[in-house]
């Protein structure tokens, strides 16, 4: 081999070294931020990310797409987080209000081990669904930022409202769940 | 008498390495097990998931879990994103095959410049350890220089 096709082959295997990172990067900065995230931001009405997670009452899983039709309030949370504790009592109270109605809460428990949780759920008496996703395989695909955060979504199965941090008021959860109602109309 | 020597480091270690399997010390569990939310490792951590975590492994010693089960658990609710250091199976394999594959071209890539450099570098040597033979004209041409400076 001679002394330049040598170099030739380096010079190739070297740009194509530095194009595979560039795509790397690329693809990095892409999955960066959610299309959830950016729809929002936009004032969009992105379609919630699709799910099927393990119940924490042992029911077998639940899968979000089951609930089209209805308004669902998609409650973030970790039994480890205090803002979480504070607001459980309002989405529980918030799940009977609203009981009949056409709405439905889901809890999705993330970064948390499965026994937290469940004890969580039965200190507050939490009946409403909740599902495990401890590998957190939800959070970056609905670009949550952190716990707790509470996604409004329409009968389409469209996030219409989003509260980041805790739902401090019954009045702030009735406004979200009649913006995702106004929007299914 | 080396071989001997060899052979009770390497039963040590087998021995070591299997009393830390059936006994895990939680110290040691904390250090190769990572915290999903801060991302560094449990020893490292104090936020809250961290510290469950750390109470939970206590939990599972106690319970007489081999340090396999304990980590199994844990993978099995957190993903293999929690053990330090990736396994080696599956897509995993990459982090341990990626950086040797990286090493190995560097090695390769080095080796070939250092031999290209040593050939280009004897080419240019003159041969017999004498002068290098300079074009005639050349040669001429300094003649008469030296000659003139001579004068």
Known sequence: MTVARLRLGAQAVAVTIVA????????????????????????????????????????????LESLRGKTVVLNFWASWCGPCRDEMPLLQQGSERWAGRNVVFVGIDIDDLRSDARSFLERYGVTYANVYDGKSSTVGRYG??????????????????????????????????????RGSR | MKLLALSLLALAFVGTAAASEASPTAAELESELVCPVCETTLDTSDAPVARRMKAYIRARIAAGDTKSEIKGKLVDQ????????????????????????????????????????????????????EGERLDPKLERRLDDELDRFDE
């Open chain 1, 20 to 63: 595979a990172l560039l795509g790397l990067l690329i693809w990095k900065v892409a999955q960066g931020e959610s299309e959830v995230t950016t729809e929002l931001a936009r004032g969009g009405t992105p379609a919630a990310p699709l799910f099927t997670l393990e119940r924490l009452d042992g029911k077998g899983d639940l899968a």
């Open chain 1, 144 to 181: 949550v930022t952190g716990v707790p955060e509470t996604y409004f979504l329409d009968a389409a199965g469209k996030i219409r409202y989003r509260i980041a941090g805790p739902v401090e008021e019954a009045a702030d959860l009735d406004q979200g769940i009649e913006r995702a109602r």
């Open chain 2, 78 to 129: 957190f993903g293999s994103t929690v053990l330090a250091v990736p396994p080696r199976k599956g897509f995993d394999l990459v982090a341990w095959v990626l950086p040797l594959a990286g090493l190995g071209i560097g090695v390769v890539a080095v080796g070939a410049l250092a031999w290209r450099w040593s050939r280009v570098r004897g080419d240019a040597l003159p041969a017999g350890g």
